[in-house]
């Protein structure tokens, strides 16, 4: 008789957020003959929208206000109206999840990296097709998406890295190519501005990478960093160096109000926004942020969805809207490393028991958790 393990579904809240989130005993799956068994630890606690490709939603994301979100949402399947999207404040919307977790067992045929075995601490990349995480097991085909944590690093900060911390790690990469063109191309510049727009996670991931990613580089004295931010808690979060510089973004005010604000607090228009938000409204008020030349870059989900609607504009204003893919997984192998070297702080997150994967969907639904919730499926420790 094959033993038997949990599998987890969390869909899309209904308008009660009841029946969202569905368990079922399924069998311990086998172990591929050239891949490994991956028992899962951590996994980021998310929902599927309802969408022709599937999506997340979950505490990972930017900031952005009810208003101006609903819109959006519902372009997602996601309606503003149900009981369970009222208050919501964080709209993030990625594909993917975020596991860690231990090799259970290896195939027997595999050909297995001298750095894997069995027991060896792993996040996974997101590849395609990456299996559904919130299982007590999953199943990959070979280690190619496979890479080793450090013991020094807790898996619950691990499942953090493989989507938000890595879209966010690439975005500084892009933003830094193209800084390197203002400051060393053909009409360059003394000094460069960055506008990061947020302080959800990928906002706050992006800053804390940034300021790793630019301190070491060429370029550290002449880049300047600010955040703009629509919510009190995120302007502390924000504020974590004298030389971030912040601008609130108070949606009470006119959009020509809160440009100015924002370009006196950078010491003119910017050369390059990176915008987690997922509204029209936040990346129209970021193209009239730019110095002619200047970039924005948005995350895969948003480009798609509103790079048709902005694309004349942006040429027009002589700007350019850059759509940035998540990362390598090479740059997740770094990213681990820095992190587990705690050269890069990660930010905030809560740990729940997947017992309680029903009531941790109802939190996110109402902004009740603050930072990255993620759910625990085995004791390693």
């Not at 630890?41 to 990972?60: D, P, Q």
């Not at 193209?178 to 460069?192: I, S």
């Not at 804390?208 to 703009?228: E, Q, S």
């Not at 587990?340 to 996110?364: D, N, T």
Request: hydrophobic residues 40%.
């Amino acid at each position: 008789m094959s033993k038997l393990c949990r599998q987890v579904s969390i869909e899309s809240p209904g308008p009660t957020l009841k029946e969202c989130v569905f368990s079922f005993d399924v069998p311990v799956p086998d172990v591929p003959l050239y891949g490994a068994r991956i028992r899962v630890v951590y996994a980021g606690a998310c929902y599927r929208a309802h969408r022709t490709r599937s999506a997340s939603v979950c505490s990972t994301s930017s900031v952005s206000s009810v208003g101006s979100l609903s819109g959006e949402m519902e372009s997602f399947g996601i309606h503003a109206a149900t009981p369970a999207h009222i208050g919501l404040r964080d709209g993030a919307l990625f594909p993917g999840y975020e596991v860690a977790g231990v090799v259970d067992a290896v195939g027997k045929a595999a050909d297995c990296p001298p750095d894997i075995k069995e027991g060896t601490r792993i996040v996974l990349y997101p590849y395609e097709g990456v299996p559904h995480g919130y299982a007590d097991y999953i199943v990959v085909p070979d280690f190619k998406c496979l890479v080793p944590v450090p013991e020094q690093l807790p898996l619950s900060v691990a499942a953090m890295l493989p989507t938000g911390a890595l879209l966010a790690m690439n975005t500084v990469f892009t933003a830094g190519e193209c800084l390197k063109t203002v400051l060393e191309g053909p009409n360059h510049k003394d000094k460069a501005t960055i506008l990061i727009v947020g302080t959800g996670g990928l906002a706050l991931w992006a800053l804390r990478i940034a300021t790793n990613y630019f301190k070491h580089g060429p370029y550290h004295d002449k880049i300047t960093i600010t955040v703009a931010t629509l919510k009190d808690e995120g302007f502390i979060l924000a504020k974590e160096s004298d030389q971030i510089k912040v601008v609130q973004w108070n949606e009470d005010l006119y959009e020509k109000q809160l440009i100015e604000r924002t370009t006196d607090a950078c010491g003119g228009r910017v050369d390059v926004v990176m915008n987690f938000g997922t509204t029209s409204r936040s990346l129209h008020r970021s193209l009239q942020c730019l110095a002619q030349g200047g970039v924005v870059l948005v995350t895969e989900d948003v480009g798609e969805k509103l790079l048709p609607k902005f694309a004349k504009k942006a040429e027009e204003m002589s700007v350019h809207i850059v759509v940035v893919p998540n990362g390598s997984i090479d740059q997740l192998r770094e990213l681990v490393h820095l992190v587990a070297r705690g050269e890069i702080e990660p930010p905030p997150h809560s740990v729940f028991p997947a017992e309680e994967a029903q009531e941790v969907v109802r939190k996110l639904c109402n902004s009740e958790i603050q930072g990255r919730a993620i759910l625990k499926f085995h004791n390693v420790d």
